[in-house]
């Protein structure tokens, strides 16, 4: 919201040449020029100038800060109003650019900048269902929006990496002489960022699979592992910039996502969100073999001497 904006001086210069507070949260930077030349003169008293201005859309915008008339005697050296005309840089919102006038005659260019938007968390994140139709029936489908939903993400990049590794119960060193992974999961799989969408301003949601892969489930099962999970942490993450600056992610969010395979059933969990226990695929070994070991062993008993 606009609220208000630095008492904006009659040289042009809106802030001595420091950085200050302003308009839509970011700060004014570097110096103005006049006639081809930067100039100085005595800083403008810092009182408060009332702002109106519109946002048109694709990151241009338009505000005017005015002295409040009938408050208080306008300070000497003060310019009655200043307009700033300018484009905030997408998607991350966090740079502007654009140019200045004031009612003293004066203009020239401004270049504002504030701390990258961060989501607060993830909402609404929800069960919903399972990835039968790109034949992983095993991942457990959960969507979720960034918080707050009232913001425009659009054009953002969300991606995920493990902060920390989780733990494999799964997997054990026969594993890979039995043909299986040659190391535990122990870290999420991360892929590809995702590029949030938003539809006249309301950023639309996103999915994340968990789970083991229904060949992984049928591996565990065969080879007697199971029951069993692989458990990971999740740190999701937001680029400020178009192409990802190195360093520049920030965590929003942190999961604790689990891969639970039984016998005849599988589960997902994503943070505090869980799946329903589905049954999928042939039985582990342990559950269709007990019962003839039995009729067998019985059988030996009474076939005796």
């Keep these: 919201m606009l609220v208000s904006a630095g008492g904006p001086r009659r040289d042009g210069n809106p802030d001595g040449g420091l950085p200050q507070p302003r308009t839509l949260g970011y700060a004014v930077m570097g110096s103005v020029r006049r006639r081809n030349s930067t100039r100085r003169a005595p800083t403008c ?18 505000v005017t800060a005015t002295y409040p008339s009938g408050t208080s005697v306008q300070p000497i050296g003060c310019a009655d109003s ?9 998607p991350g919102c966090d740079t502007a650019t654009g140019s200045w006038s004031n009612s003293s005659g004066l203009s ?7 701390a990258c938007q961060v989501p607060t968390g993830e909402a ?33 990049q969300v991606s995920e990496t493990s902060p920390q590794p989780g733990e494999d119960t799964c997997w054990d ?22 590029v949030m969408a938003s539809q006249n301003g309301v950023t639309t949601s996103y999915k994340d699979l968990v789970g083991a892969t229904a060949d992984l489930v ?7 592992k199971t029951p069993c999970h692989i458990f990971v942490y999740q740190a999701m993450q937001i680029a400020c910039d178009t192409v990802p600056k190195p ?10 996502d689990d891969s639970i395979i039984n016998q005849t059933t599988v589960q997902g969990v994503r943070g505090s969100v869980k799946s329903d226990f589905r049954l999928w695929g042939t039985p582990a070994p342990s559950v269709t073999l007990v019962p003839v070991m039995s009729v067998l062993l019985f059988s030996a008993t ?3 001497p």
């Design 108 to 114: 020239g260019s401004f270049s504002w900048v504030q």
């Design 302 to 304: 009474l076939g005796g």
């Design 218 to 224: 049928k591996f565990y099962r065969r080879v007697g």
């Design 82 to 90: 200043i307009t700033y005309v300018g484009t905030i840089a997408e």
């Design 247 to 256: 360093n520049a992610l920030q965590t929003f969010a942190n999961n604790q």
């Design 124 to 156: 609404n994140s929800v069960f919903a269902g399972w990835d039968d139709a790109e034949g992983q029936p095993t991942l457990a489908i959960f969507t979720q929006y960034l918080a707050p939903t009232t913001f425009d993400w659009g054009g953002r």
């Design 45 to 62: 008293p810092g009182n408060l100038y009332p702002v109106t201005g519109q946002y048109t859309g694709n990151g241009h915008f338009s």
């Design 173 to 194: 060193s026969t594993v890979p002489a039995l043909g299986g992974p040659k190391n535990p999961t122990l870290t999420v799989t991360g892929g590809s960022p995702i």
